[in-house]
């Protein structure tokens, strides 16, 4: 069991070593004598390949909790994301969530939070929390997750700036411990009117030392995001700001300008990267129907701080991300079908069969994206979806054939129905053959 248990954290140190190498600051060289040299070029040269040039074949693990309302929205970007492998657990409720109880809340902690910090750090590379409510994590939790950016390297994201627009639970978040390993001051926010309603417009940092995760984005972005519950952040020192929120609601503050307060923050907390964002994500400028590159912006967040590498040509990444929830939609709309196709006694196993044939080739499609060989990837995709639209229409002539003898039927019944009622009125109100004359009588001559 030692051995075991050795082995695997040998990966894991390993796994953390690429992840975050790319992230530490240059290094000073000194003199060596020529065998260690040797040794060390040699050691170089296996690990001298960008991160994302093909080493990290692995999916980007994330943990994800937040607003039970937010979480089925976040769990279907995050499942949509090829890159990513997402637990889900939702630890807020709100009026909306009328069949979420607290202790429904517990449970699902209970079963699915990481149980130690090794569990936390082995499991996951990257916490997302939105709106998550305290009171459903313990002290000793928080400690974890804070300590697991600090020294093994993972990133974090945090959005509505403290939390929440409810000082009882903005409180609670930066009472907490994990709210020192983000960037944002979230002790100075809650001791100003943090919250106000208003427009708001988000202005790009376009400062070239920064990294390009928000900047790549600069001519597919929209940075106009109109009537927003604005949320002051409030940096803190040694932190980032990549985009800024512009709006006449905080006038008394000035980052750097008067009504400029940052939108985007990030920041290394020791081995890790984490970023803190002024807005819902899902909502504002994260919301797809207002800016469909919101999304790829937060994946960008994600991969940057994973040490895994940008994307050069976001349009076809995203493009790419597209295909893939075509896959997913035409599947699920086949399987839907063949279930009920199935009742009647059609012969689904061939189509059956295809259609698992086609998810070895979106593995590897999949894998392909992961590695970052985005242009193989989207061969790869291409082709399945030119396949699997053969296979829908397939689909769709089976279910024709399967229910051939229905439609007969339900054609005999409306057309019997259609001939028996134009004979009866035909009979009785045309030619009128049941109708007789009604004779007179005396007493009507009377």
């Known amino acids: 069991m030692a051995d075991a248990t050795c082995s695997i954290d040998h990966r894991c140190s390993i796994r953390k070593l690429f992840m975050i190498r790319d992230r530490q600051g240059p290094c000073e060289l000194v003199p060596v004598k020529s065998d260690v040299l040797a040794v060390l070029l040699l050691i170089a040269g296996s690990l001298a390949l960008p991160v994302g040039a093909g080493e990290r074949d692995d999916p980007l693990e994330v943990l994800c909790t937040g607003h039970a309302s937010g979480m089925p929205l976040m769990g279907a970007l995050l499942k949509r994301e090829p890159m990513t492998d997402a637990v889900v657990i939702p630890t807020r409720i709100g009026s909306a969530n009328i069949d979420m109880t607290s ?162 923050l990030g920041w290394r907390y020791g081995k890790g990267y984490t970023w803190s964002v002024q807005d819902i994500l899902g909502a504002s400028f994260w919301n797809e129907g207002v800016n469909p590159y919101g999304t790829d912006v937060m994946i960008a967040m994600m991969m940057y701080s994973t040490g895994r590498r940008l994307p050069d040509d976001v349009v076809m990444v995203h493009e790419l991300r597209s295909a893939f929830s075509r ?91 259609f001939l028996v009622a134009g004979f009866g009125v035909w009979t009785l109100m045309v030619k009128r053959r049941l109708y007789r004359e009604i004779g007179s009588t005396k007493l009507a001559h009377a």
């Not at 994590?137 to 945090?158: D, K, N, V």
């Not at 106009?224 to 800024?244: A, C, F, Q, R």
Request: proline share 4%; net charge negative.
């Open 103 to 264: 202790d429904m809340v517990r449970r699902y902690m209970r079963l699915y939070f990481p149980r130690t910090y090794q569990d936390l750090t082995t499991k996951y590379e990257f916490m997302l929390l939105e709106q998550i409510d305290c009171f459903y994590f313990t002290p000793t939790q928080f400690e974890w997750m804070r300590r697991s950016i600090e020294e093994a390297g993972l990133g974090g994201l945090q959005d509505r700036s403290v939390m929440s627009m409810h000082l009882h639970l903005s409180s609670s978040w930066a009472q907490s411990v994990l709210s020192d390993a983000f960037p944002n001051d979230a002790d100075a926010v809650i001791s100003t009117n943090y919250h106000r309603n208003g427009n708001m417009q988000v202005v790009l940092n376009e400062d070239p030392t920064l990294p390009d995760v928000v900047k790549a984005y600069k001519h597919v972005l929209v940075f106009d995001v109109g009537w927003w519950g604005n949320n002051l952040m409030i940096p803190k020192d040694g932190s980032e700001t990549y985009t800024w929120s512009k709006t006449d609601v905080f006038p008394e503050f000035s980052y750097p300008k008067p009504g400029f307060f940052p939108h985007i």
């Open 327 to 417: 896959y997913a939609e035409m599947k699920a709309f086949i399987f839907s079908l063949m279930e009920f196709v199935d009742k009647f006694g059609a012969n689904m196993a061939p189509l059956e069969s295809k259609v698992f044939g086609m998810d070895e080739r979106w593995r590897d499609a999949r894998s392909q994206y992961i590695a970052q060989d985005y242009a193989g990837s989207w061969e790869a995709m291409n082709g399945l979806l030119a396949d699997i639209s053969s296979l829908r229409d397939e689909a769709l002539r089976l279910k024709d054939k399967a229910l051939l003898w229905i439609y007969a039927i339900e054609w005999l019944c409306v057309s019997g129905t």
